[in-house]
């Protein structure tokens, strides 16, 4: 009696499951950031604004640019309108090693449409037909691949300064998003997410002093001589995460992305 594989879970009931999970998430993020009760409420609705932009770029094989493209932007444009509070949260910790409140805003409101209207295209999106429907594992392949070709692009691009960091760091992020959505398909990449998160984090920290560093060179209200104190204190703590940057490349945790140079 001959016995037959599984058949192979299609992409289509694998990302409505994703997306529908990503609508409640949003959801309840959402009720965080409006009741203002909750310093980190804003990043945790970031963070799920970011992965739905990694689950819609994963599914643009299969439904298209058309219907994946404006729910990305939706999701660009909320991080964008988000982002200022978040880097004042962020800022502020930074300098003071102490959790930020965030004070409410009338933005709230506005934030609020913003995010229903995300979900009710995810919810859309989720319920459509596919345009060429497929097996999740090769997909999950495709997009893993693609993420990781590009951190090691990016880290072969940085150097020290502001924007190539931050662009490996977003490249790392993204490769962390992609293989945790598809961890149950590709178990065997669990040292590449944690090697991603690795990287995001070292370089989030140089990310968070840059920013200080910016933002007391525009302070009206420090004197010089604090000025100056407060920017070589931020500079020195910068160098020494660069440093330990350059000898994360070379650690065994980091070995399974191939990076240049390491």
Request: hydrophobic share 45%; proline share 4%; charged share 30%.
């Amino acid at each position: 009696m001959s016995t037959s594989k599984p058949r192979a879970r299609k992409a289509t009931a694998f990302f409505a499951d994703r997306l529908f999970a990503l609508d409640a998430a949003l959801a309840a993020a959402m009720q965080r950031v409006v009741a203002d009760a909750d310093p980190e409420a804003v990043h945790d609705l970031r963070v799920n604004l970011r992965k739905l932009r990694v689950v819609g770029r994963a599914a643009r094989p299969l439904y298209g640019r058309a219907a994946v493209e404006p729910l990305r932007e939706a999701c660009k444009r909320a991080l964008d309108a988000t982002g200022a509070q978040r880097e004042a949260q962020v800022l502020a910790q930074t300098l003071s090693r102490n959790p930020v409140h965030a004070a409410h805003s009338p933005a709230d409101t506005e934030r609020l449409a913003s995010i229903n209207g995300i979900r009710l295209q995810l919810r859309a999106l989720a319920t459509s037909p596919a345009e060429n429907d497929r097996s999740i594992r090769r997909l999950a392949r495709r997009s893993v691949d693609r993420a990781l070709r590009k951190v090691q692009q990016r880290a072969g691009e940085a150097g020290d300064d502001v924007e190539s960091l931050h662009a490996l760091r977003a490249a790392a992020k993204q490769l962390r998003y992609t293989v945790e959505l598809f961890q149950d398909q590709c178990p065997d990449l669990t040292e590449v997410a944690f090697a991603a998160e690795a990287i995001q984090g070292r370089l989030g920290r140089v990310h968070d002093l840059d920013d200080a560093i910016a933002a007391i060179g525009r302070a009206q209200h420090l004197s010089e001589a604090r000025r100056r104190a407060t920017l070589a204190a931020l500079r020195a703590r910068r160098r020494r995460e660069l440093s330990c940057w350059k000898k994360d490349k070379l650690s065994p945790r980091l070995a399974p992305l191939h990076l240049p140079g390491s």
